[in-house]
Antibody, heavy 119, light 112 residues
Framework: EVQLVESGGGLVQPGGSLRLSCVAS????????IHWVRHRPGKGLLQVSE????????NHADSVKGRFTISRDNAKNTVFLQMNSLRAEDTAVYYC????????????WGQGALVTVSS | DIVLTQAPLSSPVTLGQPASISCRSSQSLVHSDGNTYLNWLQQRPGQPPRLLIYKISNRFSGVPDRFSGSGAGTDFTLKISRVEAEDVGVYYCLHSTQFPHTFGQGTKLEIK
């Protein structure tokens, strides 16, 4: 069974940092792109970052560029999202999402990690 | 970024009746590989999103055949042939043609 389990969310002050982790199981992580998608309260879904299967290609949305960094450790079946200089508008549920194999998209979603940026 | 516009934003439906959701894109979703990466997600209350339909009309693993997708170019539709109680939730269209992937605003399906 494909599973993606996020951790590392919590309450942080503006300007602070958090590191989200996504542990994958039930499939070969090294064969898949991984994406982070966030859902802000009362707002829509936003693809924040993506990373290719070997970690050499990364992309970040303009709203987080320079502050967020996606990385991965395939040997540990884990993908990370380092979030620095956090703002109130980064408050959201962050989902780890698996890139599909064989077509350009996403398929399985984790349960999500809540990040709250507030003083 | 590509903008996806869904309609309606709310859809009260009687159990057993059909439902239809539209998704319009601000530009063509045809990828350079010839595929159109327009997908549909379902988010039930308290759950993460779940993939229903990919590449316009392909049902994902485990998705009931009462769900179907159609469309081309910039206009797409998700149809539920007979709505069941478990279909309550929010439905999103999502394109994955280029970065960033973007999502429609969501359509809330509720039972009358």
């Amino acid at each position: 069974e494909v599973q993606l389990v996020e951790s590392g969310g919590g309450l942080v002050q503006p300007g602070g940092s958090l590191r989200l982790s996504c542990v994958a199981s039930g499939f070969d992580l090294s064969s898949h792109w991984i994406h982070w998608v966030r859902h802000r309260p009362g707002k829509g879904l936003l693809q924040v970052s993506e990373i290719n299967s070997d970690g050499r290609i990364t992309n970040h949305a303009d709203s987080v560029k320079g502050r967020f960094t996606i990385s991965r450790d395939n040997a540990k079946n884990t993908v990370f999202l380092q979030m620095n200089s956090l703002r109130a508008e980064d408050t959201a549920v962050y989902y780890c999402v698996r890139g599909s194999h064989g077509w350009n998209g996403v398929d399985y979603w984790g349960q999500g990690a809540l990040v709250t940026v507030s003083s | 970024d590509i903008v996806l516009t869904q309609a309606p934003l709310s859809s009260p439906v009687t159990l057993g009746q059909p439902a239809s959701i539209s998704c319009r894109s601000s530009q063509s979703l045809v990828h350079s590989d010839g595929n159109t990466y327009l997908n549909w997600l379902q988010q039930r209350p308290g759950q993460p999103p779940r993939l229903l339909i990919y590449k316009i009309s392909n049902r994902f693993s485990g998705v009931p055949d009462r769900f179907s997708g159609s469309g081309a170019g910039t206009d797409f539709t998700l149809k539920i042939s007979r709505v069941e109680a478990e279909d309550v939730g929010v439905y999103y269209c999502l394109h994955s043609t280029q970065f960033p992937h973007t999502f429609g605003q969501g359509t809330k399906l509720e039972i009358k």
